[in-house]
């Protein structure tokens, strides 16, 4: 079986799967990714293996990769409690509902946001804080913008 048609079967069960498994989608979204990654880096070995072996090969690559994500999680200091800064060009009520909201997000989008915007990290900095690829930090400040956008507008 080809490692894309593998993804067009698998992926959606499989994030269902790691989600029930892991209890958080943004873990299991990047553990998805991690798998077909790896499958993509191990691509000839793979799809010389029958589709019930590759399947439990994706499984068990995205169950471990979860897995290791909330263990570094776990071993994360909490971040201190952010201020919002007077020059911001929001009236009081805006600047509550964007605390509000920020502090809505579950963990795994907190953190780069408050990484991005109130300590000025870049991507590549909040990736080696956090243990996860640049490009995921960037998916999950891109994920948290769109929620507290949502928010914002009523939605």
Known sequence: ML??????EYRSAMQQHITYFCGDEMVAMDAVSHAFTQAWMRKTMLEAMPPPAMKAWLYATARNA???QKRRERRMTPLPEYTLHDDLSLDIADRMTVKDLVHQLPQS???PIHMKYWLGMN???I???MGIAPATVRTRIRTALGIMRKGLRGD
Request: no cysteine.
């Open 127 to 129: 990736g080696k804080a």
């Open 123 to 125: 991507a590549t900095e």
């Open 3 to 8: 490692i894309e048609t593998a993804f067009r």
């Open 109 to 111: 989008l907190y953190i």
């Open 66 to 68: 979860a897995v290791d």
